[in-house]
């Protein structure tokens, strides 16, 4: 296949399958086991197996994953082997070393990214070292607005930076 334009941007989901699928071929039942709740995907980013499915079909329509041979199924048709291509690789390599730039999104971005990156044994000193950054210009946003009498909402998001900052130093010391 090749790489659709019209598409939108990948979803975490796509990343996510993108990601298990580049640690070795696999068919998309096993995908989707790896990202089930109990999964060792599946704990940082979940997806539903029709939800699976349908980022394996835009990762193929993207041209980073290919079907590269069959397998009998248990109780049905034949699975399709689906393996990443050099293109997929290289645009999860690539994801993996932009850092994410919403608070709100590093829970589960930042997590699957670092997961990823020891999975595949990609650097991140650069991507901690600009995730750093961010995480500070929030935190001092943030906190130049605090005030004694702060609504829960800010209170809240001034400790996630906090705690972020505390995470990433701690992942660089690794």
């Given amino acids: 296949m090749t790489t659709d334009p019209e598409l939108p941007p990948p979803l975490l989901g796509e990343w996510a399958s993108l990601g298990i699928l580049c640690t070795s071929p696999m068919h998309g039942w096993a995908v989707s086991v790896r990202l089930r709740p109990d999964g060792d995907v599946g704990r940082i980013w979940h997806l ?3 939800l ?11 041209g980073w994953i290919r079907p590269v041979g069959h397998e009998p199924g248990d109780a049905g048709p034949n699975r399709t082997i689906l393996d990443a291509t050099p293109s997929g690789r290289a645009r999860l390599q690539q994801w ?9 999104d590093l829970r589960s971005e930042l997590l699957l990214k670092l ?3 020891d999975l595949h044994g990609i650097e991140i000193a650069a991507l ?5 950054e961010i995480v500070d210009q ?3 946003a943030i906190a130049a607005q605090a005030t004694a009498d702060d609504d829960v909402v800010t209170l809240w998001r001034l400790e996630t930076a906090r705690a972020a900052r505390r995470f990433i130093d701690r992942v660089a010391r690794r």
Avoid: I, K, M
């Fill in 96 to 104: 993996v070393g932009e850092p994410v730039h919403h608070l709100r």
């Fill in 128 to 132: 901690l070292e600009a995730q750093r």
């Fill in 52 to 62: 699976t499915y349908r980022s394996l079909d835009q990762l193929t329509r993207r």
């Fill in 115 to 117: 997961v990823f990156a």
């Fill in 138 to 140: 929030h935190a001092a």
């Fill in 48 to 50: 539903s197996r029709p």
